[in-house]
Antibody, heavy 117, light 113 residues
Framework: QVQLVESGGGVVQPGGSLRLSCAASGFTFRNYGMHWVRQAPGKGLEWVTFIQSDGFNTYYADSVKGRFTISRDNTKNTLDLQMNSLRGEDTAVYYCASDIMTPFDYWGQGALVTVSS | DVVMTQSPLSLPVTLGQPASISCRSS???????????LNWFQQRPGQSPRRLIYKVSNRDSGVPDRFSGSGSGTDFTLKISRVEAEDVGVYYC??????????FGPGTKVDIK
């Protein structure tokens, strides 16, 4: 069965960096696009970034463009999110989600990122 | 960007009674391939989002048939035929037709009266 497991969350100071990972299993990872979606405390869902299956095409929300970088390792079945220049408004649970059959079909359990001094 | 709106934002329901959530997009969600990429997600308290419906009316595997999706163009509806206690949570519509960005509605909180 499809499993997506995020890791790497934690507390970071404003201006700092953090790297999230999503370990994928139960499907042929290299064939499918992947997303990161976030949810600030008590708020709704916000799409963050998307990477196509081959890793060459990436897309970002304006709110993170130039600060966040999505990448993937199709040999290790992992998806990463490098987050730099973090701000308080980046505090959220970050979910990875897949496009196996159709967009956003499977989601992980989420990783909490708290940006605070 | 496509703006997604939902109504109501809060929906108290009686167990066993039907419920309906409306979702509207700021532009047509019909893609050039003829498909309409409108999804519905459920997020129970303390859990990750779970997709219920894709392409307007297709139920995901394991989703009870009391959930149904309908609509076209810019107007869409999620219906629960008979609400059960496990249906409490927040429901989001989301468009995947015109991206980036992919955009979500603000969410509708469903709870029991």
């Amino acid at each position: 069965q499809v499993q997506l497991v995020e890791s790497g969350g934690g507390v970071v100071q404003p201006g700092g960096s953090l790297r999230l990972s999503c370990a994928a299993s139960g499907f042929t990872f290299r064939n499918y696009g992947m997303h990161w979606v976030r949810q600030a405390p008590g708020k709704g869902l916000e799409w963050v970034t998307f990477i196509q299956s081959d890793g060459f095409n990436t897309y970002y929300a304006d709110s993170v463009k130039g600060r966040f970088t999505i990448s993937r390792d199709n040999t290790k079945n992992t998806l990463d999110l490098q987050m730099n220049s973090l701000r308080g408004e980046d505090t959220a649970v970050y979910y990875c989600a897949s496009d196996i059959m159709t967009p956003f079909d499977y989601w992980g359990q989420g990783a909490l990122v708290t940006v605070s001094s | 960007d496509v703006v997604m709106t939902q109504s109501p934002l809060s929906l108290p329901v009686t167990l066993g009674q039907p419920a309906s959530i409306s979702c509207r997009s700021s532009q047509s969600l019909v893609y050039s391939d003829g498909n309409t990429y409108l999804n519905w997600f459920q997020q129970r308290p303390g859990q990750s989002p779970r997709r219920l419906i894709y392409k307007v009316s297709n139920r995901d595997s394991g989703v009870p048939d009391r959930f149904s999706g309908s609509g076209s163009g810019t107007d869409f509806t999620l219906k629960i035929s008979r609400v059960e206690a496990e249906d409490v949570g927040v429901y989001y519509c989301m468009q995947a037709t015109d991206w980036p960005p992919f955009t979500f509605g603000p969410g509708t909180k469903v709870d029991i009266k």
